[in-house]
């Protein structure tokens, strides 16, 4: 009735499937909620300093109640576990249609502990589990893969997979989790875990579905909702390029990461070949929705013949989806390669390896700033590699070469940067003796984020305190970018927080946005279908799509309060871990050096960062000094229980 959970030991073979108790449904509603209880209780079994790699961790998968339904807001399933690649608290999240398949198939989670013995895969045939011999799936990339799972099952047409590729079975620390063959649960080492785990994949075929408890009023709230978003005045716009109407927009305003965060503004030449534009005039064949019953549908699908730019004869042939702003960000600004179709290979490419693009894209650009600098000859990268390569900016044979190497682990090059580019900093430091870690973009954890954040207080907080490391989608917000300052009044009654190249309200508003967007992840649905507009699309009109589907009378104020106590577990987790307020930072070139271009030129983050940090902990409630939370607070937001655990590792105030 609350959600089905299904329960996998992969050590022992044992499956079972239990109810969601009534008590967690309601007190943390689904989705990222519930993921977040199941992963607190497996660590109330065991420890939480456990190396992630471990067969004591654990991979937990959620949707949450409007994921795969008709409610019009996509659908996102949620992987939670403790990350290989920071080694802390660890989600990350995919649209695609495994999601969907594995709810109508009967599970809205599944706990997945132990090793297996040798490389298996689980098939999830509607109340059917078997965990089938993988061993000649290990090795193949992700496309493969599908293709022969869905050839032995006999079935093309209604199995989704979710899979590793060698970047997963090799360990690498940053591996992701691709979803369908197009979506990428990308963060965070997803793949990692599943690779500890001997597992290569998860199949499910669902034809079940599952009850709606009203459906005439969510139908009504249907309606309501698709309503409100056709009045979202950039919302044709989104249809058309989706997350690719942000180079442009960034370029106004000084956000894009242009040569590895050298330059926040690309010029002419460079943006006219990386935008929304160059895709649609080159490669764009159609566009299409990731997941079933999506009324923004941002995606597209393309095709490269070959003759649409300078180096798509590399590429004849390729098809494969839209590459996303932080692909375009990563391998085509950070590494100045001005070709749309080059972008959209290495996506493709990263998704049939199952390699964090962020994190190998950051790379290639810091690589490419050490050469620029003499601090690294042609000579020592090409010795790493095992050929010859310039990286240069612009090399796109150095970057292809680069992404094989690590998922494969094939040379010095991969092993460098088998645990990200932070870590690979320091093991380049450690083999040339010349300090580099001043010249890697990076946040919380060492994790990375290819965007420019010195101008936007509530963006550069973002990156330096989300629960899984550096990463914008745990508190996404538009207050500074999009300067919304009727956004801030109804938040706080004041316009300041949407006031841009200001330090003012920013903490406030970084923290509201992290508690607004956890509450819209409980939902299971796309985090910018959520959040495009929180006025026109407040959390009432999703609470009213959830008690309809539900039966469970819920508010947007009672949505919220959810939203919050989750990421509370998610600080509270990290907490356990040690991690303090000085963990809370932000890399030197963020930090140190200023802005270079732009309306907010100048500006660094070492000028406003503890000012707005005070400020951010402040409203959530938590302990300034150490950065832990407050039993006060704790027990305001229905979270006494966790206090007599915290208070064991001395984690609370």
């Known amino acids: ?72 807001s996509g659908t996102k399933v949620k992987f939670t576990f403790k990350g290989t690649a920071y080694n802390m608290f660890a989600d990350s999240v995919s649209g695609g249609t495994f999601g969907p398949a594995m709810r109508w198939a009967g599970y809205d989670y599944i706990v997945i502990t132990g090793k297996a013995s040798r490389p298996v895969y689980i098939w999830l045939d509607n109340n059917r ?4 011999d993988a061993g000649h799936l290990w090795g193949k990339g992700v496309f493969e893969t599908q293709d022969t799972i869905k050839k032995e099952l006999g079935d093309h047409q209604n199995v989704e997979i979710a899979c590793i590729g060698p970047s997963g079975e090799n360990q690498v620390s940053y591996a992701s989790i ?56 950039t919302i044709d716009n989104w249809r058309q390029f989706g997350t690719l109407t942000a180079p442009d927009f960034y370029n106004v305003i ?65 098809h494969g989806d839209k590459p996303e702003y932080l692909t375009v960000s990563s391998f085509g600004m950070g590494c100045d390669v001005r070709d749309i179709a080059s972008v959209a290979h290495w996506q493709k490419k990263c998704g049939d390896l199952a390699l964090d693009i962020l994190e190998i894209g950051n790379a290639c650009g810091f690589i490419m700033e050490l050469r620029e600098k003499g601090i690294l000859t ?51 430091e450690n083999i040339k003796g010349v300090p580099v870690l001043k010249y890697v973009v990076f946040g919380k954890g060492g994790s990375v984020i290819n965007e420019e954040v010195r101008p936007f207080p509530v963006w550069a907080i973002n990156m330096a305190v989300a629960s899984r490391g550096c990463c914008h989608l745990k508190g996404l917000s538009w207050l500074d970018k999009s300067e919304r300052r009727d956004i801030s009044m109804a938040w706080f009654g ?14 406030a508003g970084a923290a509201r946005s992290e508690n607004h967007i956890t509450a819209i992840n409980l939902l299971g649905i796309c985090v910018f279908t959520g959040f495009f507009d929180p006025l026109i699309l407040s959390l009432d009109v999703f609470a009213r799509g959830y008690s309809a589907a539900t039966g469970f009378p819920l508010t947007g104020e009672e949505l919220y309060l959810a939203g919050e106590r989750a990421y509370n577990l998610e600080k ?45 902990y402040d409203y959530h409630g938590w302990d300034k000094s150490t950065g832990l939370q407050k039993r006060s607070k704790l027990e305001e937001i229905g ?8 208070e064991k590792d001395h984690a609370v105030v």
Not at 494 to 507: D, I, W
């Open 129 to 132: 589990v078997e965990i089938r």
């Open 494 to 507: 004041r316009p300041e927080a949407g006031q841009g190249y200001s330090p003012a309200l920013k903490g």
């Open 572 to 616: 509270a987790f990290n907490s356990r871990l040690g991690l303090r307020r000085e963990h809370d930072m932000l890399c030197e070139r963020w930090l140190k050096e200023p802005t270079p271009h732009g309306p907010g030129k100048g500006m660094k983050v070492e000028d406003y960062f503890q000012q707005v940090l005070d400020e951010y």
């Open 254 to 318: 000084g956000s894009n990461h242009y040569r590895n965060c050298q330059e926040n503004i690309l010029p002419p030449d460079a943006i006219s070949k990386l935008n929304g534009q160059a895709y649609f005039k080159t490669i764009y064949k159609r566009g299409v929705s990731c997941s079933p019953g999506c009324a923004a549908a941002c995606s597209s699908e393309h095709v490269i013949n070959g003759d649409e730019t300078p180096e798509a004869k590399n590429w004849a042939g390729e």
């Open 178 to 233: 691709t979803v369908g063959g197009k979506r990428s649960a990308g963060r965070c080492g997803a793949g990692c875990v599943l690779g500890s785990k001997n597992l290569k994949a998860i199949a499910a075929r669902g034809t079940r579905g599952f009850p709606i408890a009203d459906p005439t009023a969510f139908f009504q709230a249907i309606d309501e909702y698709r309503r409100r978003l056709n009045t979202i005045p």
């Open 1 to 72: 009735m609350y959600g089905k959970l299904l329960r996998i030991n992969l050590s022992t073979e044992q499956v079972s499937v239990e109810e969601i108790p009534e008590w967690v449904a309601k007190k943390f509603i689904g989705g990222e909620g519930i993921n977040n209880w199941l992963l607190w209780e497996h660590f109330l079994k065991v420890d939480p300093r456990i190396d992630p790699k471990s067969p004591d961790n654990v991979m937990i998968i959620g949707n949450g109640n409007l994921a795969a339904t008709a409610f019009g």
């Open 378 to 428: 042609e000579e020592d990268i090409s010795q790493w590699i095992g050929e010859k390569v310039s990286a240069s900016w612009g090399d796109s044979n150095f970057i292809e070469k680069a992404i094989e190497s690590v998922a494969y682990q094939k040379n010095q090059f991969g092993q460098i940067f088998k645990d990200g580019v932070y870590q690979g900093a320091r093991r380049i």
């Open 639 to 646: 979270l006494g229980d966790i206090i007599p655990v915290l």
